[in-house]
């Protein structure tokens, strides 16, 4: 992990309030491990707002690191202002990483969801033949093809580009079985969604859970997901509840429970 002042060498609007974001950060870079990880960013070093956001890496090429956000509030509207030559604090690489989507008898299903799909687009650079599912609720949030003969496969809520509905509509399209892998990231109520359909299809799934966090390091508390411990004891905390930033953000889908 390192704290790095870092130079942004491209910031652009890529599909409607989503943004692609380069920046120069060898540290980091050099220290990263694989797709999963994240970075907790500093967008302004300033009292008013002193809160670090998260974001997914969405690739990591030479000492460049690159992610993709949309912009929710204050503070990502003002990382959308950025310039070429600004530069920003980053505390990172953090987090686990996605796992054996890269074996030879893995066929994996990548699936984003919002902006959960920077992750699941750093996995797909490196995989062989993987099918991929991206979510979003109108055709402007998209930036890709809809190409279902190259097994990209694009869903919007409102009907208006690909498969009418959410990603689990598509998967209704896709090929399933015993060496299939869910690998995804996004909102929580799909990752619960994909957590059942993982357990209806008796396949694995791991899951990069999306978490509001202050630190990023496990001090503040405030990204804990329940742990799946049917038999933990009420007094034990650290059996009953886990920390997204130290203990994923990547989770196989039966150690966790949403909700």
Known sequence: MNIENVTISSNEEIAMNIWRMSMSAPKIAAAYIGPGQFINILPNDNWEHPIRRPMSIASVKGDRVEIIYKIFGNMTEKLSRKNVGNTMNILGPLGNVFTDWDKKEVEPILIGGGVGLA?????YESCRNPIMIIGARTASEHFMEHDPKNNIYLTTDDGSMGIAGNVLKAMDEVN???NSIIFACGPEPMLHALQSYA?????????SVESYMGCGVGLCQGCVIN???????????HE??????LDGPVYESSEVTFG
């Open 227 to 237: 742990r799946k411990n049917g038999h933990v004891q009420k007094h034990s905390y």
């Open 176 to 178: 399933v079985n015993k």
């Open 119 to 123: 992750p699941i687009l750093n996995v």
């Open 240 to 245: 009953k509840y886990s920390l997204v930033c």
């Open 199 to 207: 357990n209806d299809k008796n396949i694995r799934a791991q899951l």
